[in-house]
């Protein structure tokens, strides 16, 4: 790369921008647009979401040249724009202005705003998005890296073609190594009329016009479960069909019998062994029919059936890649696909497809790809389902533990013991630790109500050092907080296991 040339500028000319702007690189870009010449990087990503932009900032931090491909309005990736920003900004306006954590202290027909429109809920989220759209932006400009707006294809396996109907020519760029970051979309089973008004994928539901009285969500995933919980919060009559005998089995059993619970109250029917056959729209609404004859009729229908990945439009064939049916990428533990150069990271490589993961997926694939040592991704891994309430757990569930035969005892705490739960107005809360009966050593931290996917990560970094449940038991938390559960939870283990003693002696 040629040297640059750096001037200070007033913040008002580049408003989006860091204030030292390098005139090289934003005439090199013009030059571009209008020659149709190629440049060449080091490293050259594909989509600007969690995982792409954390390779793109890793690198530029390595001292590389980076260049990112992001389509029109589209800054920040799925997170940012339809994703995990948009719906979980959407969960926080829910439980605000329904008052939902209130109610246990005002009565149940309490709420902040009695009529609740959709521009309530999304003058919130549109704002949170043009925030963080901002700041994806000034990191990238701030760390160096050129940023082209397009789709991007490959042309050979280092050759990529960015095409924007805006220009008049489509710019060329040579990549020393590539990373696709492109995420998902949500899948659209075939023979589904998505009317983008009745029956509509979970980014569609960000544009409802006005809320519906009633609603059927296709899906009893970590977003079907998200988005009932929000609407059945709302007061919308919500029906969850789902094809499996249960949902997020991934997670500890009887805190998902509580979420349901707790759903269940909110008016929320489950539906489970159950496959939808045709949903048919009509002046009044929508009829979801079952293969098992039920019909639901329903003013909306949800469907939450999975992602596939974005890269119908990457010509990876060109690369020397594969896609699989989902349209995801295979990679190994390097993040790096069969083509050495290319690496994939995030949603589009499959499982466990969340930003937090995806963020270091990003970073490691960057030093991998030039030698950067490091250690890989941890083992702990935190999951977090933005339900209302919160469900989250980190480490070992009873069934894998009972699977491993590895002896284990368990300690609660209930919210509704804690002064925290109760000025907070949250008494079904609760917090289960997993422990070694052998080394008192902490398996598995699972917690469903307020503040679960915080709270989880004090479990995390015990378990992260090896630390033993007898440090939960004397440390000393602030008082009144939901922290205090994991001592009152570390107490209920140690008092079980010191009965289990006087029993064996």
């Not at 980014?203 to 977003?223: C, N, T, W």
Request: glycine content about 10%; charged content about 20%.
């Amino acid at each position: 790369m040629n040297s640059d040339l750096w001037i200070t500028v007033p913040r008002e000319v580049f408003p989006q921008s860091s204030p030292m702007i390098r005139l090289h690189d934003h005439a090199r870009r013009a030059n571009l647009a209008v020659m149709g010449s190629t440049q060449e990087f080091d490293l050259v990503v594909i989509g600007s979401g969690p995982g792409g932009q954390k390779a793109a900032i890793a690198a530029a931090k390595l001292g590389k040249s980076v260049a990112v491909i992001e389509r029109g309005r589209m800054l920040g990736g799925v997170c940012v724009n339809t994703g995990t920003i948009p719906s979980k900004t959407l969960r926080e306006a829910v439980v605000y202005l329904t008052g939902m954590s209130q109610r246990e202290l005002y009565g149940s027909s309490y709420r902040v705003k009695e009529r609740i429109t959709p521009a309530d809920l999304l003058r919130r989220t549109t704002h949170v998005i043009g925030r963080e759209q901002d700041v994806v932006r000034n990191q990238l400009l701030r760390n160096g890296v050129e940023l082209f707006e397009g789709h991007g294809r490959f042309l050979d396996p280092h050759t990529l073609v960015i095409e924007d109907p805006t220009r008049d020519e489509n710019v060329n760029i040579r990549a020393r190594y590539v990373v696709i970051a492109t995420g998902t979309k949500p899948v659209r089973p075939a023979g589904v009329n998505f009317d983008e008004e009745r029956v509509l994928d979970s980014d569609g539901i960000l544009d409802l016009k006005s809320l519906p009285q009633s609603m059927v969500v296709v899906g009893a995933g970590v977003i079907g479960i998200e988005y009932a919980s929000m609407f059945a919060a709302l007061g919308t009559k919500v029906t969850v069909i789902e094809k499996r005998p249960t949902m997020l089995d991934f997670c500890d059993s009887e805190i998902i019998e509580s979420l349901k619970f707790h759903l269940r109250d909110l008016a929320v029917t489950f539906r489970f062994g159950e496959e939808v056959t045709a949903v048919d729209v009509g002046p009044g609404g929508t009829l979801t029919t079952l293969a098992s004859g039920k019909q639901i009729p329903a003013e909306t229908v949800m469907y939450s059936a999975g992602r596939q990945g974005q890269t119908e439009h990457l010509d990876v064939a060109q690369a020397g890649l594969e896609i699989d049916s989902r349209g995801r990428i295979f990679v190994d533990d390097n993040y790096q696909t069969k083509v050495d150069h290319i690496y994939a990271v995030g949603d589009v490589i499959g499982f466990p497809a969340l930003a937090a993961t995806s963020m270091d997926q990003g970073r490691l694939a960057a030093y991998h790809a030039f030698g950067e040592p490091c250690k890989g991704m941890t083992d702990l891994q935190p999951i977090g389902i933005y339900s209302i309430p919160e469900v989250s757990y980190v480490g070992a569930t009873e069934v894998d533990l009972t699977d491993s035969s590895v002896p284990y005892e368990v300690g609660v705490s209930r919210y509704r013991e804690l002064a925290r739960g109760q000025i907070a107005g949250d008494s079904y809360g609760m917090l289960k630790l997993l422990v070694s009966t052998e080394d008192l050593t902490l398996l598995g931290v699972h917690i469903f109500g307020s503040n679960a996917t915080e709270l989880v990560h004090i479990g995390q970094a015990v378990m992260g050092c090896g630390g033993t449940v007898e440090y939960l038991v004397d440390a000393v938390f602030n008082y009144p907080t939901f922290s205090e559960a994991y001592k009152v939870a570390a107490l209920d283990v140690m008092n079980k296991l010191r009965a289990l003693n006087q029993f064996r002696s």
